[in-house]
């Protein structure tokens, strides 16, 4: 990675901080799964201190990226605290196979990069079966007529939405680790109706499609997470974009590389008036909401996209979006267990708009870890 000396000490110095910063909250996390410190999002919280999704929900989506976050930090400083708080979250994980009825396709992000990363990084066979196991969960859920992987359970059955273009990644690695091609085929096979079904001519992505069962074929697209019925919510633009760059890397598709620069060239159109994304890029310019987790999950697919193309445009959009981000919505007091602050679960929900969420923490870190030339690709 070629970064002005400036550019470098930038990197280092926030890198610096966020070790300072996790080093501390690490050791108050065990037997716990963080997800937001905000106190008005669950009864009896005190702001700026994690709630656990293991009491919660401990099927939550969102439970990998605790681990996740702890492997980043492991491989940049080798600091055994770290690897042993990503393996303690690992185990409490197991719980929610046990729950598996009440599982969805987020078990790419839950496991890709908590046990995924722990076996490749160790070997142990007990973090490759669990990893193993929840890439078979992810591959009972396609859809072998419509090409599709359904994202929920119930009676959505054809409900697809754009996040799991990051999930499928998980399919890639067990198509490798089995030497099986057909977890790829299912990725792909769902990369490519995503391409039809969800991202628009101009780069912009829906969020949730319902597709027909025995087609593949659109019959209702929903605003879900965002603003409207077919508007850009930013979150959603940013899975398109890290998403589909993921999927190049592991295929060499070249399509996928064109749909990850279309939905990125998007993306950026969007932001660089002051690098700051806001919730949903569609929406009435006022009142304004942000979401800073947006700018980090973009940023990070962004840097492999500069990195694939050598196009300095998306280095310096990162580059951009994580200092903006950074002047604007770092916490690195104590204060507050979590980094980032300014991130939005969903368009219309107050509770959960401009808080920390820890899958901000975890995208932001990752951007900084690329940015200091860690090479390994968690996804
Ligand atoms: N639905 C997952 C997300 O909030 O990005």
Redesign the pocket.
């Known amino acids: 990675m070629e970064l002005t000396k400036e550019d470098k000490r930038w990197v280092d110095g926030v890198w610096e901080k966020i070790d300072n910063k996790l080093k501390k909250t690490a050791p108050t996390q065990r037997g716990k799964i963080p997800y937001t410190t905000s106190a008005k999002k669950f009864d009896g919280m005190t702001e700026g201190v994690y709630c656990d999704m293991r009491e919660l929900d401990v099927t939550w ?1 969102t439970n990998g990226f605790w681990p996740g976050l702890m492997w980043l930090m492991y491989i940049g400083t080798k600091n055994e605290l770290y690897r042993s708080a990503a393996e303690d979250a690992e185990e409490i994980l197991d719980e929610a196979f046990a729950d598996y009825d009440r599982l969805h396709h ?1 078990v790419g992000f839950m496991w890709h990069i908590s046990s995924g990363v722990n076996y490749r990084l160790f070997g142990s066979h007990k973090s490759k079966v669990r990893t193993a196991v929840a890439a078979d969960i992810l591959a009972s859920r396609y859809n072998c007529e419509g090409k599709y992987i359904r994202a929920w359970n119930e009676d959505k059955v054809g409900w697809v ?1 754009i ?1 799991c273009m990051m999930n499928i990644n998980l399919l890639y690695w067990a198509s490798e680790e089995f030497n099986d091609p057909r977890f790829k085929y299912m990725a792909m096979n769902h990369a490519d109706t995503v391409m039809r079904t969800h991202i628009r001519p101009d780069g912009s992505s829906n969020h949730i499609v319902n597709l027909d069962a025995k087609t593949g074929e659109p019959i209702e697209s929903f605003g879900g ?1 965002g603003y409207a019925v077919g508007s850009s919510w930013s ?2 633009q940013s ?1 398109a974009v890290y998403g589909y760059t993921l999927s190049y890397i592991h295929t060499g598709k070249k399509e996928y590389l064109d749909t990850a620069k279309k939905c990125a060239d998007y993306f950026i159109s969007r932001v660089k008036d002051d690098w700051l994304p806001r919730v949903d890029f569609c929406a009435p310019a006022e009142p304004v909401y942000y979401d800073s ?1 947006a700018g980090a999950i973009a940023s990070c697919g962004f840097i492999e996209l500069y990195k694939i193309t050598g196009d300095s445009n998306y280095l310096d959009a990162a580059l951009n979006i994580l200092k903006a981000m950074e002047e604007n919505f770092c916490d690195w007091s104590d204060d507050n267990q979590a980094i980032l602050l300014m991130g939005t ?2 368009y219309d929900d107050e509770k959960g708009r401009h808080i920390s969420i820890i ?1 901000g923490d975890y995208f932001f870190t990752e951007a900084i870890y690329k940015l200091k030339g860690f090479d390994m690709l968690f996804w």
């Open positions: 989506w987020d939405i996040d997470q979150r959603g899975w987790t679960e969903r899958y």
